[in-house]
C-alpha cells in the first residue's frame, strides 16, 4: 500500500468531495487517426428498422484437386480436366505464341467463371496445378465453396478511458465534449438507418463478437475492407481438445478435457465448437481453410499474415496455408519459447509453439527487419577476443569478468562474397610480414586496405586475412526465426487468459510487417494481446472473438492500459504521420537513441560516417504524458435467424428458416420432456398438454397451468398445476386451469423487444392469459418490456432462461432434463440523490445522482442454481449515466474484484484525487448530473462473459 493507507474494504463507500483535478501532475492523452475513415456503422437500438440486407456470400476455394480426377457428382475435377485438355489441343494447333482469339472460360451452371484460359500455357499450368501434391481430409473434395451470410454490424459499446477520468474528473461535462472524447459523431437514427454504410466516418477502433467468418465477410461486403488490412495475427484454436484454445470464465484459467463444468454454455461457442470437432481434424482443418480463405481477401498487396500453431499440427496447417496464399508467398516458420512446457508421455517436453507468417504477395511484402540490443555477436561468437587500453590482444574467456575499458572484438572476412569480375579488387596486401592475394576479390580497394591497416582493423589467420570489428561498431543483431526470449510466466507478464500469448512475440510480428496508422486484424482476440500492443505502436486495430469471456477480459485490458507517448512527426496527423527517431548518447556515452551509428567495413575504408541504422522499437518518448487507449467500440452481428419484415419468416434464406423450425421443434420437444419452469425464489410452475398453436404468427407453443394461488398470484408468480389439461384453451382449462402462451427467441442470439411485443399482442388478442418468453438471452429493451408488459400490453409475461446445455447435444455427458429452464434475475441497482441540488429546486440540472450495485442473481449452468454474487463480487459493472436507448456509453467502469485501474492510478496520482480511484474499485460510482435523456443505464459482466443490463429513469431515484 503506497504511502501508508490504509486499505479500504471492497464496496465501500467512497469519501465525498470534489474529485477535482490536482496541479503538476501527468497529463491523460490517446492518439487519434483523423486521415483514417472507416463506413458509418448503425447503432445496436436501430436493428429492427435496419433494411440493407444483403444475400448471403458464395466462396470459391482455389484448391488442388485429385490427381485421379475423380468424378462423384459434386466434384467436377474429371469435367475441369476433359475440359483443360480440350484446350490444349486447340491451343496447340494455332501458331506460336498459341492464345486465343478471346479467353476460354469454364463455367458452373449458375453462370459463375470456375476457370479461364487466354491461351496454351494458360491450360497447361492450370492442369499441372490440379496434379500437384496437396493435402486431402474429409469433405475436402466434395466442398469446393462454402457459403456465408452477410450480416451487418451493429455497435453496441463506446468506451473511453480518458472519457471516464475527465467524467469522474468534473461529473458532468459539456455533452459536446463527451462525444469527442468517445469518438461518437451522434448520427441521428434515420442517419444509421438510411445512410449505414454509404456514409464516411471518422475511424474508432473495434472489439467485434461473432463468428469470425461472419465478421470477416461484413467487413469484406458491408464495409469494403478487402486488401486494406497490412497484418493479420491469428491464434486458432490448436486442434488438439476443446479446451485448447477457450477459456469460459472470466476468474478461471485453467480448463479440463472431457469436463462438463468447464465447458462454454454461450451459444455461439457451442456452434463454433460443433463446426470444428464435428469430424475431428477433418473438420478443423475445413474450419481453418475457410477463414484463411477471407483473411487473404482482406490483406493488402504489401501485408502478411501470422498464423500461431503448436508442433501438433502445425505441419497440417502449412500445407493449408500454402494450398490457400501459395508456397511462393511463405516468409517464414518461427519458433517462439512460450511460458511453462508440455509433457508428451514418451519423448521430450515441448517448450516452444510456431508462428507461420505467409506474405500476401512476397514480391511486394513490406517488411522491416529488427535489430535486437543483445550484444550482437558476442553471445554468439566462438572467437571472441579483447582489445586491453594499451593496444596488446588476446582471447577473451567469456567466464571472466572483463577488464575495465577493455573492448570486444572478433573478425569477418575481408574477401567477397562473390566473384568481383574486376582486376581492382584482386591485388595483393602487404601485413605484418606476409603476403595476401585473394581468391574472388577484396571487399574494397587499395586505398581502402590501406585506411584499414592505418585504423588497426586488419587481423592475420593462419590462411587469410580478415576484417577486425569491435562490439560498439554495432551492438546489435538481426532477429532471426528462433525466439528464445519470449516465455511467460510469473516472473515476466501476467496471465490473465488461459491460451495469452506473450506480448512480445506479437509486438515483433507487427514492428517487422506494419507501420503507424497501419490497419491489424485479429480474428482471434483471446484477451486482447493483439488490440493491446496496437494500441500501443499506433496501429489501427480490430479484434474479433465468438465468446464474451475473452472480450470481457479484452475491454477491461485496453480500458485500464497505460502506454509510453511517442513523439509524432506531425500531431496533426497523428501516428499516421510516423513517429520521431534520435540519435542521442547517455550519461555514460552510450547510444541510447532510436538512431544508433553501425560503422562497417566500407565506412572505415571510403573514410565514411558510420551508417545510422532505425531501431523502429525505440521512438522518442515525451515525458510527462501518460497515454491510455484511444476511444473504441464493442460491436457484434445481427443473429441469426432473424425476422427483419415481421412476417414471422427469418429473412437469412431459405436455409436459416428450415433451422429455426427445426429449433423450435427441437425446443418444444424439451419443453415437454422437461414441464417444470423455475421462476426464482423457490416459485415453479408445471406446463400441461405443451402443444404448437393451431395458427399463429410469432407464438412458438401454448399450455395449460393451475390458476395461481393467492399467494403466488400476489407475487406474479404462475402456481403449481399437475391433473390434465383439458382442450378449450387459449384461455381457460376444466378445472380452473389457464391457457398461456410461450414464445421461444432464437437460437444464436437475444429475444429482441419487437419479439416480446408481437407475441404480447398476439396473445391478448387471442385471449392467453399469461406469455412465457424463454430464450438463451434477452435484450434489455426486451426484459423491461416484459416487466411491463401487462400495463403496457395488458398481457402479463415473464422471462424464462433457457440454459444452453439445450444447444450442446451429446457434448455433454450429463444433461439435467429435469432443470432445464429457470428465471435469472437483473442486476440489483439502488438509484439515488447524491446531494442537495445547487439551485435548491428538486430535479434541476444542478442535482447530483449516484448508482450502488447491491449484487445480482446469476443462474450457474453446471449445478443449476441461482447464485447470489454481491456488488463487489462481479467482474465487472458498468454505467451509462446518459442511455440513449441505442448504445451503451461507458462513462464509468468499474472492477469491485480486481485492482484493474492500479497502473494508471500510480501514472496519474499527482494529477487527481484518491477518490476518483476509490470509485472505480468499488460498488458506488461517482456522483453525476442529468443529462439531457434523463435515464441511466448498468451493465453488469457475470464470470461467464455474460452481460446483464438495468434501465433506471432518474425520476425513480430515492434520497
Not at 171 to 176: K, L, N, Q, S, V
Not at 396 to 403: C, T
Not at 581 to 597: F, L, Q, T
Amino acid at each position: 500500500m503506497a504511502g501508508g493507507e490504509a486499505a479500504k474494504p471492497r464496496g465501500s463507500r467512497p469519501r465525498s468531495g470534489g474529485a477535482g483535478p490536482k496541479t503538476g501532475g501527468a497529463e491523460a492523452r490517446t492518439y487519434t487517426h483523423p486521415e483514417a475513415d472507416s463506413p458509418l456503422r448503425p447503432e445496436v437500438g436501430t436493428q429492427a428498422q435496419f433494411r440493407k440486407k444483403l444475400p448471403p456470400v458464395r466462396c470459391l476455394f482455389d484448391s488442388s484437386l485429385s490427381p485421379a480426377l475423380d468424378w462423384d457428382g459434386r466434384n467436377a475435377a474429371r469435367e475441369t480436366g476433359e475440359w483443360l485438355i480440350a484446350r490444349i489441343e486447340e491451343a496447340a494447333a494455332l501458331p506460336p505464341p498459341h492464345l486465343f482469339d478471346r479467353p476460354r472460360e469454364l463455367s458452373d451452371p449458375d453462370g459463375r467463371v470456375r476457370l479461364a484460359a487466354c491461351g496454351l500455357a494458360d491450360a497447361v499450368e492450370h492442369l499441372k496445378r490440379m496434379s500437384a501434391p496437396f493435402l486431402d481430409w474429409a469433405g475436402k473434395a466434395e466442398r469446393q465453396s462454402f457459403d456465408v451470410p452477410t450480416l451487418p454490424l451493429f455497435v453496441h459499446e463506446r468506451l473511453s478511458t480518458r472519457g471516464i477520468i475527465e467524467t469522474l474528473k468534473g461529473h458532468r461535462r459539456d455533452p459536446a465534449d463527451q462525444l469527442g472524447l468517445f469518438s461518437d459523431p451522434a448520427h441521428p437514427v434515420v442517419d444509421q438507418v438510411l445512410k449505414a454504410y454509404e456514409y464516411r466516418d471518422r475511424w474508432v477502433n473495434r472489439l467485434v463478437l461473432g463468428d469470425s467468418l461472419v465478421v470477416m465477410n461484413s467487413l469484406l461486403r458491408y464495409e469494403g475492407l478487402g486488401g486494406q488490412v497490412q497484418c493479420i495475427y491469428m491464434d486458432p484454436p490448436y486442434g488438439v481438445k476443446f479446451g485448447s484454445n477457450f477459456q469460459p470464465f472470466v476468474r478461471k484459467r485453467t480448463v479440463e478435457h472431457n469436463n462438463d463444468l468447464d465447458m462454454t454454455r454461450e451459444p455461439e461457442m457451442v456452434k463454433a465448437y460443433r463446426d470444428t470437432w464435428e469430424l475431428g481434424l477433418h473438420s478443423y482443418l475445413t474450419y481453418l481453410r475457410d477463414r484463411l480463405l477471407l483473411c487473404r481477401d482482406l490483406l493488402s498487396p504489401s501485408g502478411s499474415i501470422f498464423v500461431q500453431i503448436s508442433d501438433d499440427n502445425v505441419h497440417h496447417v502449412r500445407e493449408v496455408m500454402d494450398e490457400v496464399f501459395g508456397d511462393e508467398n511463405r516468409v517464414n516458420q518461427i519458433s517462439f519459447v512460450r511460458g511453462g512446457q508440455q509433457t508428451k508421455g514418451l519423448g521430450l517436453a515441448t517448450t516452444a509453439d510456431y508462428i507461420l507468417w505467409y506474405a500476401r504477395d512476397k514480391d511486394r511484402a513490406r517488411i522491416t527487419p529488427l535489430l535486437l540490443d543483445d550484444g550482437g555477436w558476442a553471445a554468439r561468437s566462438l572467437d571472441l577476443r579483447m582489445e586491453m587500453p594499451d593496444g596488446q590482444r588476446r582471447r577473451y574467456d567469456p567466464a571472466q569478468a572483463l577488464p575495465e575499458e577493455a573492448r570486444l572484438f572478433t573478425h569477418r572476412a575481408m574477401e567477397s562474397a562473390r566473384e568481383t569480375g574486376s582486376t581492382l579488387n584482386r591485388f595483393p596486401i602487404e601485413f605484418e610480414g606476409r603476403t595476401f592475394r585473394p581468391r574472388r576479390g577484396w571487399s574494397t580497394t587499395p586505398e581502402g586496405a590501406e585506411r584499414l591497416k592505418s585504423a588497426r582493423r586488419l587481423l592475420s589467420t593462419e590462411n587469410s586475412l580478415r576484417f577486425l570489428v569491435y562490439l560498439d561498431d554495432f551492438p546489435y543483431s538481426v532477429l532471426t526465426a528462433n525466439w528464445t526470449d519470449t516465455g511467460t510466466g510469473s516472473f515476466t507478464e501476467a496471465k490473465s487468459y488461459v491460451v495469452q500469448t506473450s506480448v512480445k512475440v506479437i509486438q515483433r510480428c507487427l514492428l517487422m510487417t506494419t507501420q503507424p496508422g497501419d490497419l491489424v486484424l485479429d480474428p482471434t482476440c483471446g484477451s486482447g494481446t493483439t488490440p493491446f500492443v496496437a494500441e500501443q505502436w499506433g496501429r489501427r486495430w480490430i479484434a474479433i472473438d465468438t465468446s464474451r469471456v475473452p472480450l470481457a477480459l479484452a475491454r477491461q485490458r485496453l480500458l485500464t492500459a497505460t502506454y509510453p507517448y511517442y513523439q509524432l512527426q506531425d500531431e496533426g496527423r497523428g501516428p499516421g504521420g510516423g513517429f520521431v527517431y534520435k540519435r542521442r548518447r547517455n550519461s555514460r556515452g552510450e547510444e541510447d537513441g532510436g538512431i544508433v551509428p553501425h560503422v562497417t567495413l566500407k565506412s572505415i575504408a571510403n573514410d565514411e560516417p558510420p551508417e545510422e541504422e532505425v531501431l523502429v522499437d525505440r521512438p522518442e518518448v515525451r515525458g510527462g504524458v501518460t497515454r491510455v487507449s484511444g476511444p473504441f467500440v464493442v460491436e457484434a452481428t445481427i443473429p441469426a435467424p432473424m425476422d427483419w419484415e415481421g412476417d414471422g419468416v427469418p429473412d437469412t434464406g431459405a436455409e436459416a428458416s428450415a433451422e429455426y423450425v427445426s429449433f423450435s421443434a427441437r425446443m418444444l420437444e424439451v419443453l415437454r420432456r422437461s414441464p417444470v419452469l423455475h421462476l426464482g425464489g423457490g416459485a415453479t410452475v408445471r406446463l400441461r398438454g405443451i402443444r404448437p398453436p393451431a395458427k399463429t404468427l410469432c407464438l412458438s407453443a401454448e399450455a395449460l397451468i393451475d390458476a395461481p394461488s393467492p399467494e403466488a398470484a400476489a407475487g406474479g408468480q404462475g402456481g403449481q398445476g399437475l391433473a390434465e389439461p383439458a382442450r378449450d384453451y387459449p384461455s381457460q382449462g376444466r378445472e380452473g386451469r389457464q391457457g398461456v402462451a410461450i414464445v421461444f427467441g432464437p437460437e444464436n442470439g437475444a429475444v429482441s423487444e419487437k419479439l416480446v411485443y408481437e407475441a404480447a399482442r398476439e396473445g391478448y388478442a387471442k385471449g392467453y392469459r399469461h406469455l412465457y418468453v424463454i430464450g438463451f438471452a434477452i435484450q434489455p429493451g426486451a426484459r423491461e418490456l416484459v416487466d411491463s408488459c401487462d400495463r403496457a400490453v395488458g398481457l402479463p409475461a415473464t422471462y424464462v432462461q433457457a440454459t444452453t446445455d439445450l444447444m450442446m447435444g451429446d457434448l455433454l455427458k450429463n444433461l439435467r432434463s429435469s432443470q432445464i429452464f429457470s428465471v435469472c434475475g437483473l442486476p440489483d441497482v439502488v438509484l439515488r440523490r447524491a446531494g442537495a441540488p445547487s439551485t435548491g429546486e428538486v430535479g434541476s440540472r444542478g442535482t447530483r445522482y449516484e448508482v450502488e450495485l447491491k449484487g445480482l442473481d446469476v443462474f450457474d449452468p453446471s449445478t443449476m442454481e441461482v447464485v447470489h454474487r454481491r456488488g463487489d463480487d462481479v467482474p465487472a459493472w458498468l454505467l451509462d449515466t446518459d442511455y440513449n436507448g441505442l448504445c451503451f456509453h461507458v462513462n464509468q467502469a468499474f472492477f469491485p474484484r480486481t485492482s484493474a485501474w492500479e497502473n494508471l492510478k500510480r501514472a496519474l496520482k499527482a494529477s487527481y484525487d484518491e477518490s476518483v480511484w476509490d470509485h472505480l474499485a468499488g460498488t458506488i460510482s461517482a456522483a453525476f448530473e442529468a443529462g439531457d435523456h434523463r435515464r441511466i443505464a448498468v451493465k453488469v459482466i457475470d464470470d461467464r462473459g455474460n452481460e446483464l443490463m438495468v434501465i433506471k429513469d432518474l425520476s425513480e431515484a430515492g434520497r
